[in-house]
């Protein structure tokens, strides 16, 4: 059977924290986001307490190539919505390596511009090595701001690569940022994300090319449906100077009224959630596979096989096997 | 104990095959890939015999942001290995939907080209679903092409994302491709490739502002130095007019030369071999786990947590729970 591993002191602490963290304190906010962002002692009972207070946030997923202007769109964004008095909370997922700092100092730069305004949270998350589940750390994350009370969670991914769909997946609402002049492989980008793409937005569209980058949306979306028969829109956008940005927001609640409208958000929730399931699933399997090896015997199987010695694929085949016979 | 779930009969076809794939059958060579990449019946069994053929070739990955003309380069690096008589294989790595057929097209374009010269083998892979470890699959497919007796096997990936790294990691040597007039982006992509670049190219360097690109590498240079003290040159090079690639090979062959001074290829190699055990422990725990969890069982999971009637967190340490104690 299952064992539940309480920490009861910890369950002691919890509700003040969760409290002050539901009634708008940034400090509590931002200790239980180090909290789940760093795998922190009790990170998992913090977010099975906070879980009943979820669902309220609509999640905006925000992707795109670099150089297309995401954070200057999503800071113009949020700033739209406090003008509308609802909160916000960004996460920007940055694949700045942690060693250089970029995502503390890009948070710094960041905030200074809103520092004034507590209704706009913002949070740079680092990618983390290649086992470390990003996309399922950005989720809980977002899980915490949407239990702290924001109405709007935005979620910003540089790249276009699996990793960013994964993370865009999890959103109630994806938008997709292209850009003029994006080159050769403008035709690649655009079909890996034409699934996921619930909006397109065209930033800097005062450049040359932006009707062609159009044209060329229009014709993929020519070439295939999507199953909910939704037909993305096209926004252009300027976001440095403003442009197009209530349009965007426009944009945003005509999807949320059509998911309404056509009862697709239960159904959109219940997808997301069987990737997310199968996600944590696999994280939570890694996490108890290596509880069962030390770094030593990882550096000794990886010369094993480097020297030749060993052929991997039977080396896992048996670790599993030891794992799964309880005799480690 | 372990049971090896051997297949007699597929044993006793295996030989011949590997036989044929290491006489340089392009057929056989397609088939083993196929196997491998699609998880067909008897992909584990074949890696496992393959795997003692393996550590002869050069694996090169090559990474850049969209546009910077990678598929180019790499072609051009490829027909100048030929003309040194070393045979070469080429895995494309192409975020393009598999819906989309773009990978194949790409395949069958780029194959046109070098149709007459089974010295070069091309083959492109589509990104897989979130769970699908795109990272392993495309290195035992790099093993199938190492062990097929391709002196260089080149990984080619778009974008610059946390899966990108993965996969170059992976390589022996990482060139890291970049372009002028990448926009506002540019600092963040360096930072977070810095690490993993042995070789910087500037391609289009003919382009305005190729000098401010080698100067802001050199910046960065100048920060950190790596542990093992190689500062990695930049090539300039003009693809598609076949400007630098001899320089390129030069550059890579001084890395190699280097390592090889430094007594640091098995080093390199167990390091690899840590992050990529991890990775195929990590795919086998959640295979393991899929192969307890019916869809059916998934799917309602997923929907008792979207209506908040179950917390996620607390599921999954059930599921995983359950799967130990061998009663699922």
Aim: glycine share 8%.
């Amino acid at each position: 059977m299952y064992t539940c591993f309480t920490l009861d002191s910890l369950n002691h602490d919890l509700q003040p924290w969760i409290d002050r963290l539901r009634a708008g304190d940034p400090r509590a906010l931002a200790r239980a986001i180090s909290t789940v962002e760093n795998r922190a002692p009790g990170w998992s009972e913090l977010l099975k307490a906070l879980f009943p207070h979820t669902g309220k946030a609509r999640i905006i997923g925000m992707t795109g190539p670099p150089g297309a202007g995401k954070s200057t769109l999503v800071d113009q964004l949020a700033k739209h919505y406090r003008k509308e008095n609802r909160t916000v909370g960004i996460i920007a997922v940055d694949p700045t390596s942690p060693y250089t700092g970029g995502a503390i100092l890009g948070d710094r730069i960041r905030m200074q511009d809103h520092f004034s305004d507590p209704g706009i949270y913002i949070r740079s998350m680092a990618t983390r090595g290649s086992l470390g589940g990003l996309a399922r750390t950005t989720a809980d994350v977002a899980t915490v701001l949407d239990a702290s009370g924001r109405d709007l969670v935005m979620i910003e991914t540089v790249g276009v690569g699996q990793d960013e769909i994964d993370i865009v997946r999890l959103a109630d609402i994806t938008v997709v940022i292209l850009v003029p002049g994006m080159g050769d492989d403008v035709q690649t980008i655009k079909a890996g994300i034409m699934e996921i793409a619930d909006i397109f937005v065209i930033n800097k569209s005062d450049r040359e090319g932006a009707e062609r980058v159009e044209r060329e949306i229009r014709a993929m979306q020519s070439l295939a449906t999507r199953s909910d028969h939704w037909t993305p829109p096209i926004v252009k956008t300027v976001a440095s100077e403003g442009t197009g940005v209530k349009e965007l927001a426009a944009a945003i609640a005509q999807y949320e009224a059509f998911l309404q409208k056509e009862n697709l958000v239960l159904e959109h929730n219940i997808h997301n959630w069987q990737e997310r399931l199968l996600e944590m699933l696999r994280d939570a399997m890694l996490d108890k596979a290596r509880g069962h090896l030390t770094d030593g015997q990882v550096t000794r199987y990886a010369a094993e096989v480097a020297e030749h010695r060993r052929d991997p694929y039977t080396l896992v085949e048996e670790i599993v096997g030891k794992l799964e016979s309880g005799k480690p």
